[in-house]
């Protein structure tokens, strides 16, 4: 079964700062996976969605890539600002069910 | 495009009470939709796959008669949580996936239902 990892579970940075966010997967057969950010008691807003043919995606200040291979996925964020402070989820999708991660909870101090 | 919405936003119910969400696609038509349940400080839980017209197929663990899914036509899905006691209490959103858009899935604003 896969299982998705997210680290750091919490980060917080000074506005400004650029920032890596983790996301590991234990099988590489997946089919996208996809970043979300969710803002406290929102629903999902759909970030960056990478294929698994896909190195990379970038949209604005955020890029996120991917390497199937060793099961990592990493999403980017230059110049941090205090609107960036929310819940970070990356999704793996293995066909047509997703796995989610736990989740970074980014907070960026202005 | 791909826009996914749902009703009620939030809802309030006594225990015994049955509740139903809806989850509409509003400009595309969805194959497949999803329905996940997140607990607080948790990540999503899959709670079910519905296909359009077909029954629904439900994650292990998950009781598929007290959480009735329906969907019945390519925009709109339904959870239904019948009887509901205070521990269905969670923020339940659905998901819809395009058929050729490579699984891409477009989430709803999620539902968040408390019951007393």
């Known amino acids: 079964k896969q299982e998705v990892t997210q680290i750091p579970a919490a980060l917080s940075v000074p506005e400004g700062e650029n920032l890596v966010l983790n996301c590991s997967f234990t099988?590489?057969?997946?089919?996208?996976l996809q970043w979300f950010r969710q803002d406290p008691g929102k629903g999902l807003t759909s970030l960056l969605l990478?294929?698994?043919?896909?190195r990379e995606q970038t949209s604005g200040r955020l890029n996120a890539s991917l390497d199937k291979s060793s099961g990592r996925s990493t999403l980017y964020i230059a110049a941090s600002q205090p609107g960036d402070s929310a819940t970070y989820l990356c999704?793996?999708?293995?066909?047509?069910?997703?796995?989610f991660g736990t989740g970074t909870s980014l907070t960026v101090i202005p | 495009g791909a826009v996914v919405s749902q009703h009620p936003s939030r809802v309030i119910c006594k225990s015994g009470t049955s509740v139903k969400i809806e989850c509409r696609s509003l400009?595309?038509?969805?194959?497949?939709m999803f329905w996940y349940r997140q607990f607080p400080k948790k990540s999503l839980m899959l709670m079910a796959t519905?296909?359009?017209?077909?029954?629904?197929?439900?994650e292990q663990g998950v009781e598929k008669d007290k959480f009735l899914i329906n969907h019945a036509s390519l925009t709109l899905s339904t959870l239904t949580v019948t009887s509901a006691h205070p521990e269905d209490s969670s923020f339940y959103i659905c998901?819809?996936?395009?058929?050729?858009?490579?699984?891409?899935?477009?989430f709803g604003p999620g539902t968040r239902l408390t019951v007393l």
């Open positions: 998901s819809a996936s395009i058929l050729g858009l490579q699984n891409e899935q477009f």
């Open positions: 099988d590489s057969a997946i089919y996208n």
């Open positions: 990478i294929q698994s043919s896909q």
């Open positions: 999704a793996v999708n293995t066909g047509n069910q997703f796995y």
């Open positions: 400009d595309f038509q969805a194959t497949t």
């Open positions: 519905s296909n359009e017209g077909s029954k629904a197929t439900y």
